[in-house]
Each structure stands twice: as structure tokens, then as C-alpha cells.
């Protein structure tokens, strides 16, 4: 699990340092990371620096230092003046300085851009001449290694304004909200993460990694039984809308759920002909998955209370999230879209995407469940303000039905014993750690039918019989 910390944070625990450890040098930290990282993208050729009059410039500045130890660097001092002891150590080394005309007409044959224009101190947008260097890189291909964020961004914000596009982002201690929250993820490329030794706080907002994923995912052991996994009742789909009743169900199934009922309005025939271990009718059971492809149902609140009076854990999705029961929703899981949240909320989608945490918190707060806000980015949020962010996943999930696999998903996680807001988080980055393993257009139900192969490849198989 990675900490994200806002710009604020950051510079708190910088200060920190300088208190504590004021012979650590920082900017020495950074700047040899962003070395190490440029030869890692191009061990050879021209490097050009575009440098910024802060100390972003400045971790440029003293990477341009230990690059033209090696290969030819060019600097491009975009506001005429910049860290003063990191120009001198760079130009003692060899760098040499270009005015704007001749570091775009150098991009030709370049081998890397650092774009160290603006970093933690960004304001959103980029000068004229700045954004008419970031568009000519993005044209000619050019490889840009990001110190911190690509300048453009706010550190603080998923939103995007003209900024650099970079191929990759070396950034200090720990993700910053651009780095992970779409659609300003996108414009870091690959993200690199150095640690320069400061010490960083648990926040309340974090992003989970796959080693989490693997390691919280339930495996049997051999006093397992299909009741002890896990059963969850599936009451999805309906007779306009049986598709959603077999994502739920391959979902569920391919999560490893112990068994699956089926209480839901779309044909039996049809569940058991695609999926015969698949009981139909209610009982015992540890979890409910509640709305999708229920459609315009008009018993949809007597149906969710049903989950609530038998105090049974519900995965509730779709139609049925407009029908909430009254009181506290604790241990239950909402997994809304944008527009969804926004209706549930009574603002507008464009609301949800501009303010996605604030949104997802405030639903997570006043309903006492835990609130996955799927999208480009997923946001799993608990009553008590924290945010969890599910692993990055392509794009290639975006589409039809994704959502009811993921219900099912959620749902098996939760029949297991899983807390909401831990089932949302899995159920989420398994999807999208599938569709990286398996990138191309593949439908929702053929993802997850890779998904046990992914989930054996996470948590390793073990052997049941010693090595001879
Ligand atoms: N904190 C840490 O732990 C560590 C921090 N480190 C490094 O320090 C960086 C932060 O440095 P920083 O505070 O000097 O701010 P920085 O990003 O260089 O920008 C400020 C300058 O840019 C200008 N400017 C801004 N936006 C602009 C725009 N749109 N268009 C034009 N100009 C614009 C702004 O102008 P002003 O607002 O003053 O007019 C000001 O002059 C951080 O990202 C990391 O790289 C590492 O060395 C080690 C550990
Ligand atoms: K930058």
C-alpha cells in the first residue's frame, strides 16, 4: 500500500528533515535519481533540460551535472534565471546553454527531454513558449523524463491543463494526486518513485498495490468447505436484462465464492445452462448482491430491505442504489458510477469528476457504507473519510457489463469474509490487474474467465506434495 500525500504533506516532511537531519541533501537525492532514470530510458545521446526558476529547476539543474559527466547535455534556462548552484554545477560538467529557438530545433535529434519547469510549486497551465516545447515533444515522439510532475500540473488535482506529456515521472517519496487519479495519471506515463529518505505518515489517502491484493486474497486450505468460503446470493439481472444475471454470476464464480445462489428475475434455464454448479433459490448464504440490470423495478426497495432485515452483507449496484434503506449501511458496499454518485448526491456528473474524493467521502459518511466509485480511477472510501484507490488497470475495461462482473466480484469477497471496503479494493484491481495481463478487447465475461489464472499466478499455488 502506498501513502499519497498532497503537496502540503510533502513539504511538511521535508521540513521535517531539515529539522532533524540538516546535513541530508535533498536535492542531491532527487537530482541522482533523475539521472539514473534518464540513462535507464536512453543510455546514450543528447539530453535537453528544459529548467525552471525554482527548485524543480534545480533538481534538473544538478541532474544535468551528473549527465554531461557522460553524454551531451543542453540547458534551456526557460525564465533566464535558475537554482544558482545547480547552473554552475552543470555547466562546470559540460552542459551547455540554448535559448527557446534552438532547443526546440535540438529536439530532432534528441535522445531524452527533463522537463524540470515546475514541480511541488506548479500552477496549473503552461507560458506559451513552454507549451509550444511540450507540443513539439509530444509530436516528435520525444522521450520526457518528468522531475516530480509533468509542469502543467497541480500536484494536488486529476485534473489536466496544458502540461508536458511525459514518458516518465521520477517523483520523491510518495504519489502525489496527478500521479494516480485519471485523467492526470495519464500524462505521467510510468511512474517511478525514489526514496529519499523521508519519513512518511499514514494519510487518508493511499493506493493499493498488487503484492496487497495477493496477499489479502482468501485462499482455501485443506479445511475448506464451499459454506466456509463463502456463499452469496446473486439477486441481479431481470427478464429485460439477463445479460447482467451471468456477469454477476461469472464475476462471483471466477472470484472463488464457495457457492452462488441465484434469487435473481432472469431465467433459471439459462443461468444453469452456462453455469450448472449455480444454485437457484434463496438460503443460507453470507452476502447479497443487490440492483444490477435490475432495470425499472418496482419492488426494488422491498428487495433491498429484504438484505437489511436479515442483517446480510449487500453489494449494491445499478437501479437498486435509488432504494437505500434507512439507518446505518455498515458493512455494506455501494459501486456506483459517476453519474450514479451524482444522482445519489443531487449534483451533477461533471460535480462527481471534478471532485471524485470529496463526492465518494461524503456518500461513504452519510450512508455509513463503504462506496467504490468505479471509473478511469476507482475510489473505495470508508465512513471514516479514508480512500483507498484500486490498482491502475488499462482502459480496456471501460465498457458494457464491466460493472456487473465487478458486482459479483465484490460480492464473493464479501461472502468470504471480507470487510466492504477491502472487497471493493480487490474486487476493482483484480479486474483491472486482468485486462493489464490480458490487454485487447476481450468482454467483460471473458476477462473474467482469466481471472482465476491471475489470481493463481498472485497468491502462487501451493505444492500438496513435498519435493523428492
Ligand atoms: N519538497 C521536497 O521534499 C523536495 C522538493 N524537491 C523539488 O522541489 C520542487 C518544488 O520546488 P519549489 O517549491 O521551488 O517550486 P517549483 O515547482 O520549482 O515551482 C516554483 C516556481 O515556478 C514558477 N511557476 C509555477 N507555475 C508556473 C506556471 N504555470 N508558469 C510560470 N511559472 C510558474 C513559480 O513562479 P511564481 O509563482 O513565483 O511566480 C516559481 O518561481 C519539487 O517539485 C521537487 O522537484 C526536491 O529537490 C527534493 C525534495
Ligand atoms: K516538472
Redesign the pocket.
Known amino acids: 500500500m502506498r501513502q499519497i500525500l498532497t ?1 502540503a504533506q ?2 511538511a ?2 521540513r521535517h ?1 531539515f529539522d532533524t537531519r540538516p546535513d541530508v541533501d ?2 542531491s ?3 541522482r535519481e533523475v539521472a539514473r532514470v534518464t540513462d535507464l530510458v536512453e543510455p546514450t545521446g543528447k539530453v535537453i533540460v528544459a529548467v ?8 534538473g539543474l544538478f541532474a544535468a551535472a551528473l549527465l554531461a559527466e557522460h553524454r551531451p547535455v543542453l540547458l534551456w534556462l ?2 533566464g534565471r535558475a537554482h544558482e548552484e545547480g547552473l554552475i554545477a552543470a555547466v562546470v560538467a559540460g552542459a551547455q546553454e540554448v535559448d527557446a529557438v534552438s532547443a526546440i530545433g535540438a529536439l530532432a535529434d534528441c535522445a531524452v527531454v527533463i522537463d ?12 506559451p513558449q ?1 507549451a509550444t516545447f511540450a507540443a513539439a515533444c509530444e509530436a516528435q515522439a520525444v522521450q520526457v523524463v518528468a ?3 509533468p ?2 500540473l497541480d ?1 494536488d488535482l486529476g485534473r489536466v491543463s496544458t502540461s508536458f506529456q511525459a514518458t516518465h515521472t521520477v517523483t ?2 510518495a504519489p502525489k494526486p496527478c500521479h494516480v487519479q485519471q485523467p492526470a495519471a495519464a500524462r505521467c506515463g510510468r511512474i517511478h518513485i525514489a526514496d ?1 529518505g ?1 519519513d512518511i505518515q499514514e494519510t487518508n489517502q493511499r493506493i493499493a498495490e498488487e503484492a496487497d491484493i495477493a496477499g489479502w486474497w482468501p485462499s482455501p486450505d485443506e479445511g475448506s468447505d464451499k459454506y466456509s468460503r463463502g456463499v452469496v446470493t446473486l439477486d441481479t439481472g431481470s427478464e429485460s436484462y439477463p445479460g447482467a444475471a451471468l456477469l454477476s454470476c461469472a464475476g462471483a464464480l471466477h472470484a472463488g465464492a464457495g457457492m452462488v445462489r441465484y434469487t435473481g428475475r432472469a431465467p433459471s434455464g439459462l443461468i444453469l445452462s452456462r453455469f450448472p454448479s449455480v444454485v437457484i433459490g434463496d438460503g443460507r448464504a453470507e452476502a447479497t448482491v443487490l440492483g444490477s440490470g435490475w432495470g425499472d423495478t418496482d419492488n426494488a426497495a422491498s428487495r433491498v430491505e429484504w438484505a437489511k432485515l436479515h442483517n446480510l452483507p449487500a453489494v449494491v449496484d445499478a437501479d437498486a442504489l435509488y432504494s437505500l434503506p434507512r439507518g446505518r449501511l455498515d458493512g455494506w458496499l455501494l459501486t456506483p458510477h459517476a453519474g450514479e454518485l451524482a444522482r445519489l448526491l443531487g449534483c451533477t456528473r461533471a460535480h462527481v469528476e471534478a471532485e471524485p474524493l470529496a463526492c465518494v467521502r461524503e456518500v461513504s459518511r452519510t450512508s455509513g457504507a463503504a462506496v467504490l466509485l468505479k471509473g478511469a480511477t476507482q475510489y473505495v472510501a470508508e465512513p471514516s473519510g479514508r480512500v483507498t484507490l484500486a490498482v491502475r488497470g488499462p482502459a480496456w475495461t471501460a465498457r458494457a457489463g464491466s460493472g456487473d462482473v465487478l458486482a459479483g466480484i465484490c460480492g464473493a469477497l464479501l461472502a468470504a469474509g471480507l470487510p466492504a471496503w477491502k472487497a471493493g479494493v480487490m474486487g476493482a484491481s483484480i479486474q483491472a490487474i486482468t485486462a493489464g495481463r490480458n490487454p485487447g478487447p476481450y468482454t467483460p465475461d471473458e476477462l473474467s474467465a482469466r481471472m482465476p489464472s491471475t489470481i493463481a499466478e498472485l497468491v502462487g499455488q501451493p505444492s500438496s506434495v513435498s519435493p523428492t
Open positions: 503537496s510533502l513539504r516532511a521535508e528533515i535533498l536535492m537525492l532527487a537530482a525552471g526558476p525554482g527548485n524543480n529547476g534545480g533538481d526557460v525564465n524540470a519547469f515546475t514541480g511541488l510549486g506548479s500552477r496549473p497551465g503552461l507560458p513552454v522531475v516530480d510532475l509542469s502543467g500536484a520523491f517519496a529519499i523521508l
